[in-house]
Nanobody, 124 residues
Framework: QVQLVEAGGGLVQAGDSLRLSCAAS????????MGWFRQAPGKEREFVAA????????YHADSLKGRFTISRDNAKNTLYLRMNSLKPEDTAVYYC?????????????????WGQGTQVTVSS
């Protein structure tokens, strides 16, 4: 099992940028697809972005395309989420997740490993 630890969240103003990171333990990180999900208070967890094992394919929620970018560095066992032009509605806990397959998915149930989450709060 891969352990995932997110970092980089915080309180920012609307229009600011943040880069989240997710450090993974274990030697299998480079074999697996990874994803980012988020959950706002009172709402269900929603898909943000996903990336396949080698970063060759990325997927982003339609509503976030152009503002959020997922990437990975397999040499550093780290997943990233670059978030630009943040809006108050982006406020949520952001979770890093890992599949036990090489291909990405936008379904939370397809991910076996989850981090503890990092809070992102965007003030207006």
């Amino acid at each position: 099992q891969v352990q995932l630890v997110e970092a980089g969240g915080g309180l920012v103003q609307a229009g600011d940028s943040l880069r989240l990171s997710c450090a993974a333990s274990g030697r299998t990180f480079s074999m697996y697809a990874m994803g980012w999900f988020r959950q706002a208070p009172g709402k269900e967890r929603e898909f943000v972005a996903a990336i396949n094992w080698n970063g060759g394919n990325t997927y982003h929620a339609d509503s976030l395309k152009g503002r959020f970018t997922i990437s990975r560095d397999n040499a550093k066992n780290t997943l990233y989420l670059r978030m630009n032009s943040l809006k108050p509605e982006d406020t949520a806990v952001y979770y890093c997740a890992g599949r036990h397959f090489s291909t990405a998915s936008d379904r939370a149930k397809d991910y076996a490993d989850w981090g503890q989450g990092t809070q992102v709060t965007v003030s207006s």
